[in-house]
């Protein structure tokens, strides 16, 4: 696992605890910059001891962001709105797999890896303090409550409630199984996403004969279509049938996950480019069809006070598993394979490895029957 990988699963925890207790838009804001500096270090990287350290300023950058994120968001929505809002949330996914394959697949190619690193870190210094003028913190549980008035007939102020100790968030989620079926279920999803993703760019080389230009264009064009409609989906299948039964928040992706394994394999093997890309598009959608619905789902299983920590928690699960399995996982398959089947060891080794898909079907189906015993309104 990579140096911003460790840091990025381990440090959001205690990240997430401090976000629950002051304003998450100011460790979001200082999270992006501490990123975006550090991106521009990796720039200028002139061994493997400071691309090391730059790599992992990158991973504390990065703990800061999302889980306070997942927090914000499901304050500024209502129940009924919030898988699709953490929907359109989760397009940072593919809008930056596409951008950052497309300009840094061209800027490496004509350019150098060094222009890349720096032009991408430079837009987040710059877009930081735009983020912190625009987003503002609402009140934690805002949503959830329905609102009070005061005898003068006026709106009665939002109290926040007070964040819980450390200990009193682990003793409400750690025992709910729908907590680690959820977890554990997107994980393993994750180790699909990551390592497909990791790895997909490298088939496309051996097994397609695409040029690293044809290979930004052809994948950036995947990420971007797919994964935008297939995020949307989920978050529109949940919002849409989990009002009424707390249960779609995890069967839609485990359906999505069943259909993506078949799509997978037919686009892997056909002889047109053309084919390949229609067909690709299914899966790329539907393999991160879950951020909506399961995301959404984690924001209910805790109070408003503990959201950011549960999202951490979450997180930290998803996140060590996928990084640390997917990446690893795809690429020791292939080495094992490469004897008997050469430069098509990759493809044989993500056949093997969309497995993962099933199990991940498997527990988000565990999970579906007993979301509504632990869900919190």
């Not at 501490?34 to 990287?45: K, L, R, Y």
């Not at 790599?55 to 999302?66: H, I, K, L, S």
């Not at 210094?125 to 913190?137: E, G, N, R, S, T």
């Not at 002889?271 to 995301?295: H, Y």
């Amino acid at each position: 696992m990579s140096a911003a990988a460790a840091l990025y699963t381990t440090l959001g925890v205690p990240l997430a605890w401090l976000a629950d207790r002051v304003s998450r838009t100011w460790i979001m804001t200082v999270a992006l910059t501490v990123w975006s500096g550090f991106t521009v270090a990796c720039g200028f990287a002139g061994g493997f001891w400071s691309l090391f350290l730059s790599r992992m300023g990158v991973g504390v950058g990065e703990a800061g962001g999302v889980a306070p994120a997942y927090s914000l968001i499901a304050d500024y929505f209502p129940k009924e709105q919030r898988a699709r809002a953490l929907a359109v949330y989760s397009f940072g996914i593919p809008l930056g797999t596409a951008l950052g394959v497309l300009f840094g697949g061209l800027i490496a190619a004509y350019v150098n890896w060094r222009v890349a690193f720096i032009v991408v870190g430079l837009a987040g210094v710059a877009l930081a303090p735009i983020f912190k003028w625009v987003v503002k913190d609402p009140p934690r549980g805002g949503m959830d409550r329905a609102p009070q008035t005061l005898a003068s007939g006026e709106a009665a102020p939002l109290i926040a409630p007070k964040a819980p100790a450390f200990g009193k968030v682990l003793a409400t989620i750690l025992p709910k199984p729908s907590f680690w079926l959820l977890s554990f279920g997107a994980a393993c999803s994750s180790i699909c996403g990551y390592g497909v993703a990791f790895w997909l760019p490298t088939f496309f080389q051996r097994s397609f004969g695409l040029s690293l230009t044809d290979r930004a264009l052809f994948y950036s064009a995947l990420s971007l279509i797919g994964g935008v409609a297939g995020i949307w989906l989920g978050g529109v299948l949940a919002d849409r049938f989990g009002a009424k039964n707390k249960a779609a928040y995890a069967l839609a992706p485990a359906i999505c996950f069943l259909v993506a394994l078949p799509c997978f394999l037919l686009a892997m093997n056909v002889n047109s480019m053309v084919w390949a890309f229609l067909i690709f598009l299914i899966p790329t959608g539907l393999n991160l069809a879950w951020l909506g619905p399961v995301v959404a789902a984690v924001q209910h299983l805790a109070p408003a006070s503990m959201r950011t920590t549960t999202s951490a928690l979450f997180l930290l699960i998803n996140n060590l598993l996928g990084l640390a399995v997917g990446l690893w996982f795809f690429g020791y398959v292939s080495d094992l394979l490469a004897p008997r089947y050469g430069a098509e060891s990759m493809r044989h080794a993500i056949y093997i490895g969309l497995g993962f898909y099933v199990i991940s079907a498997v527990l988000l189906i565990f999970a579906s029957r007993r979301l509504k015993r632990d869900w919190v309104d």
